[in-house]
């Protein structure tokens, strides 16, 4: 973890238009318009971070904007993007890259984070977070991809984890090690969302605890956590959905309490986007996340004290 | 890397699995892409219809997100049906979601089931205007002064810049009451209106306007919008419309912040 840089380099000379708020070991929660009445009124709301789908901010002005400010004011904000389409084979859209890299520029967010998926192919832009086969010839095009980005925006970025219902026949290699490979390659951090982990292990009949051994968690520097749904496959055995329309399963905060046990308390988002329930329901998932954090932290501070002496 | 003889036949070309997995997106008559599987053997057709399922519904959502007074006019099941037919034929080609719709009031213009509501396709437009003008960048609006500081002849050579906002949204029916009425929280009464409307869309600052113009006033902000003078835009809506009022359409005009500078003469 030490070579990732997750904040952004910042010369001593340099003017920026926002206070560097400092995102160690919070937790946070997706920011939705309709609650930011209620944000700005709540001065625990301020303690926490806020994390905006990058799209949703990509028009030229107008409340987007002006919201985003003002939230940016007052906390650290984590730019998340959703249809960069790093997982697919086609090139990266330029336009779409510079508007991510104004993005970052402007708002100088604490974690910038994209996902292993693709959402665009020809000229059509599916809206959904599509899966990848897992080879040698995919791995070299996502790393070129994840170093166009990083290149561009001129920082490293977290890598999200995916949720999957199937398998590509042709994937030669697991999930995890294409992960790790992709780390090595280009010197990303990750973003691991704990209730993908969950979601795949279940819709795949793997052990999640196994899924954890093998990813590289040193590289993390952010964690998700959101609600699923569940449904049947065509065996009629349990698939689970990554919907993000509920509270946080049990499950998936025992395995966040395991990941946080291990890698110390990082940046931790709750992520609700359908269904949105009222700031107060929001908000005391947060705080559940950090009390988890803060647990964990006490522990790990005596841990690197004994460490160095 | 060897790999297994069984993935020969897909693995052919290795990057090109997005063109095995998009015709069956949107189509729900094809099969289950044959590169893809459950694991350990298991069936794929209802883990496939997640991402089916995920692409439609959200792209619906997304209209359904943007024309609110349209889905209240229609109602849900009515709209959402329209909206998948639509999303189906057009799907997005920009990850922008707040640019998409542009072609749907066009849709619904040709939509068989909506031809009873031929004012519906207006009422989308005005929506998808609303939606421009929220997103517009921001522009301060022109002062009344720099009107009223302009001597006659200058004035009347004067062409405006538009406000980035700024949006005119002409129909043949009653559409921006049948908007206005469908838009807010509280019942839809009946409406009575029955003559033409233009709707004017503007965003002077942080909350987006919408305005039945006065008669003539369409004319007159259209003829400015395409940056004719301001003398010979006030003649032709005079002209084109005998109850155009002059003052009236000028204060509209500053009130909703239609432009924000005078671009030359003046």
Known sequence: MAKLATHADRGASEGFRFPAHRIDGLAGTSFKHQHITSILEDQAAKRGFFEVHAENYMGAGGPPHAALTRIRQDCPVSLHGVCMSIGGPQPLDKAHLGRFAGLVERYEPALVSEHLAWSTHDTTYYNDLLPLPYTEATLRRVADHIDEVQETIKRPILLENPSTYLVFKESTMSETAFIRELVRRTGCGLLLDVNNVFVSATNHGFSALDYLADYPLEHVGEIHLAGHAEQEDDEGDLFLIDSHDGPVADAVWTLFDIVIGRCGPLPTLIEWDSAIPDWPVLKAEAIAAQAILDRHAGAFLRRKSHAHS | ?266
């Open chain 2, 1 to 266: 890397m060897r790999i297994p003889e069984s993935n020969w036949d897909v693995a052919a070309d290795r990057l090109d699995y997005p063109t095995g997995f998009v015709p069956a997106l949107l189509d729900p008559g094809r099969a289950t892409p044959a590169l893809v599987a459950g694991p350990r053997g298991k069936a794929a057709n209802k883990r496939f219809n997640v991402y089916r399922n995920n692409v439609t519904v959200s792209l619906i959502d997304a209209l359904a997100a943007a024309f609110p007074a349209t889905m209240r006019i229609t109602g849900e099941t009515f709209f959402r049906a329209m909206a998948r037919f639509h999303a189906r034929e057009r799907p997005p080609t920009s990850p922008l979601l707040f640019d998409y719709g542009r072609d749907f009031p066009g849709f619904i213009e040709r939509y068989q089931y909506a031809q009873p509501m031929p004012w519906l396709a207006d009422v989308a437009r005005i929506e998808r205007a609303w939606l421009d003008a929220y997103h517009a960048a921001d522009a301060p609006v022109l002062p009344p002064h720099a009107l009223t500081s302009l001597p006659a002849e200058a004035l009347s050579d004067a062409v405006f810049k538009a406000h980035p906002s700024t949006r005119l949204v002409c129909s043949a029916y009653p559409a921006v009451t049948i908007f206005s009425a469908n838009r807010q929280r509280g019942p839809v009464g009946r409406i009575e209106a029955r003559q033409p409307e233009s709707a004017l869309i503007t965003r002077p600052a942080l909350d987006v306007e919408v305005r039945r113009l006065p008669p003539g006033a369409d004319v007159f902000l259209g003829s400015l919008l395409s940056a004719e003078p301001f003398g010979s835009a006030a003649a032709t809506a005079s002209v084109r419309c005998p109850e155009f009022d002059l003052a009236t359409a000028i204060a509209v005009m500053l009130e909703a912040g239609v432009f924000t500078a005078i671009r030359q003469g003046g």
